[in-house]
Each structure stands twice: as C-alpha cells, then as structure tokens.
C-alpha cells in the first residue's frame, strides 16, 4: 500500500469522534467505547474526590492509562476496517495467503490453507518429502523482486493494473519444489503485513482468471 494511502486511512480513522459510532465500527471497537465511557466516569469521580482517588489509588491509575490508551485502539482498529474495505474492493482477484510464521527468508503456512490455494502443489510435496506428513506447516522461501527486474510477461499481462497496489513483489518458492509464487506484499495501517499471491508459476495461471484477463 502506497505510503500516502496508509495516512489518508490513519487520519480518516482519527477525524471521527471515538466515543461516537460510525457505520463500520465493529463489535470490539463496541467494547473500547463502553470500556472509555466507564473510565471517564470513573476519572471524573477520582478527580473530585482525592480521598477516594488515595483509597483506590491503584484502580486510579489504571483508569488514567486506559483513558490515554483507547482512543489509540479505536483509531487504529478503525484504520483496519477501512484497508480491508478497500482490500475487497482493489485486491478482489486475489487470494491472501495466511502465513503462520515468518521471517526475512522464510514465511510459514499451514498445511489447511496450502491446500486450499494450491491443490496441485500440496498433492505434489508429499511426493518429494516424507515430512509433509509429520509439519502442520510447509516452509517458503521468500525473495523480494525488484521492480527493475523484468518479470514474466505472462505474469505481467494477467495481473497488470493491480501491481501498483503493492508495496513490494516477492517471489516465494516452496521448500523442495521448483515453481514459485509471485506475491504481492502491503503493509497495513498498523504495520501489519499481507500477503497476496498475484502468479503461480506452477499453474501459469493467476487465481482469478475472468478478473484479470
């Protein structure tokens, strides 16, 4: 996600009151809303009555940290919302693709949702390894792409106007296989990272052929 799109999600998020609702709100910004209302009740209480604020001085303070802390989580959980609203509507024609772990050269996913995004590729694994059957989970190599490179112009063709949604294009290679995915990486308003697969080399083909064509 491009830079200026992570701020305007941010500052659309804080621009609305976190004690009012809006139409996206969910059930857990719900809960942070009731929580900040008792609190507010509950400072106000504390701040005219220093006897009562000395007698449950511990409370107090909790009450203090959850009043600078929430209106954070609601503006961010808020902020959360809106990218997935705006995932549905530019990212349709991919797959996200659930990772379990992860670090700069190796993401996780677990054995269910391989299965789920690439049938012939989770049929394929256990014949060149005996620990599909052991691992809740099969390992990818990842190696980022740069743009400057020239990709596959099949890949090119079939997923072209949704490239430069991406923050960056990694390729990700099955440990013990030989064809790799091209994935679309972003980065969420809170800095959480997504993952997209754009191209399976293995397939030639991307996961929404009608979308993309």
Do not use: C
């Not at 996600?1 to 609305?16: F, H, N």
């Amino acid at each position: 996600m491009s830079g200026r799109l992570t701020e305007q999600l941010l500052e659309d998020a804080a621009r609305s009151s976190v004690s009012d609702e809006v139409e996206s709100d969910d059930d857990l910004v719900r809960v942070w809303q009731d929580e900040l209302r008792d609190a507010k009740e509950k400072i106000e209480a504390y701040r005219s009555d220093d006897h009562l604020a000395r007698t449950f001085r511990a409370d107090a303070r909790h009450t203090e940290a959850v009043l600078a802390q929430l209106p954070g989580r609601i503006a961010a959980r808020r902020s959360e919302i809106a990218y997935d609203q705006w995932a549905s509507v530019n990212l349709d024609g991919f797959l996200e693709i659930p990772v379990a772990s992860r670090d700069k050269h190796f993401v996780s996913i677990p054995k269910g949702d391989l299965e789920r995004l690439a049938p012939e590729l989770s049929k394929a694994i256990p014949k060149k390894s005996a620990l599909w059957a052991d691992w809740s989970v099969w390992n990818f190599q990842r190696h980022r792409l740069h743009r400057a490179k020239a990709l596959p112009a099949e890949a090119v063709r079939r997923a072209r106007g949704s490239l430069q949604h991406f923050e960056r294009l990694e390729v990700w290679q099955a440990v013990g296989t030989a064809d790799p995915w091209l994935v679309g990486v972003m980065t969420t308003p809170t800095g959480r990272e997504r993952f997209y697969l754009l191209f399976d080399w293995g397939l030639e083909t991307t996961l929404d052929r009608e979308l993309l064509r």
